[in-house]
């Protein structure tokens, strides 16, 4: 089963007297264990598609179902929780928190749950992520490639089932980038997460399972299923 689907959605935004569709019609699915790309130029509803994915905003019209449930009409306070417990977002500025260790930025997203020991759980996936002689840096003590290690570590401590990354590679040189990429091709398997990668890099597509393309808010090309 889909961990993620989007059924025929449509996204329209209404700029002054024009109404736009940033996504017209679109479907989408991913599994556990499975690396999606989803690539397209400029414009072409990335970043709305991201937003549907990772339940920051809802379709005009459409269904969203996270693990087999309809989301599509839960409130605002019902999506944060869904987000929450069930997405780990990772970001192309990494989004770290500049005074605190890497430890410690792993550890956030966490504060909430008082039933687990967050503190060794983050330095577990510290290790996971190669980084366990690493655990008391700051941000500005370590490299581009080591931050999004720290990045991708903060968005699996509360176990989601999406992996969510909005350009994961591209503040990163070319070969930094792919080892991120080879790095996050063994946690989907390790962590048995979905992981939705947004690109326009197409260096990403070798190291995805299946990739969706998209021009104008339609997909013209999926590939890999
Ligand atoms: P991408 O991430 O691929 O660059 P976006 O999803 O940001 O594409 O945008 C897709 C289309 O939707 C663009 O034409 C963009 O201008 C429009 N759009 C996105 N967000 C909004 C918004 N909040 N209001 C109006 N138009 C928007
Ligand atoms: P863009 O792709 O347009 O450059 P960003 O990558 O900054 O924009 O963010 C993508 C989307 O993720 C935006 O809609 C933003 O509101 C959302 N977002 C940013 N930070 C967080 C966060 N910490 N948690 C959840 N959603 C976030």
Do not use: C
């Not at 109404?19 to 999606?36: K, P, Y």
């Not at 605002?76 to 005074?99: A, N």
């Amino acid at each position: 089963m889909s961990v993620i689907e989007l059924t025929d959605v449509v996204k329209r935004y209404q700029n002054g007297e024009e109404v736009i569709a940033a996504l017209d019609h679109v479907d989408f699915q991913a599994d556990r264990g499975e690396m999606v790309t989803i690539i397209g130029p400029s414009g072409s509803g990335k970043s709305t598609m991201l937003n549907m994915i990772g339940l920051l905003d809802t379709p005009t019209e459409g269904t969203v179902h996270l693990d087999g449930r309809n989301v599509t009409d839960f409130t605002e306070d019902e999506l944060t929780e869904e987000r929450r417990s069930g997405i780990g977002f990772v970001f192309q500025d990494f989004h770290l928190l500049p005074m605190l260790t890497a430890t410690e930025n792993v550890e956030l997203p966490s504060m909430w749950d008082t039933s687990v020991d967050r503190h060794d759980r983050a330095q577990d996936l510290l290790q996971r992520v190669g980084l366990g002689d690493r655990l008391n840096h700051r941000p500005d003590q370590l490299s581009g490639g080591q931050r999004q290690r720290v990045a991708i570590a903060r968005a699996l401590i509360n176990e989601p089932d999406i992996l969510l990354a909005d350009e994961p590679t591209g503040n990163l040189d070319q070969d930094t980038g792919e080892t991120i990429l080879t790095e996050l091709t063994r946690l989907k398997e390790d962590e048995n997460v979905a992981i939705v990668a947004v690109t326009h890099d197409e260096q990403m597509l070798e190291y995805t399972d299946s990739t969706v393309r998209l021009v104008d808010g339609v997909v013209t090309e999926v590939s890999g299923r």
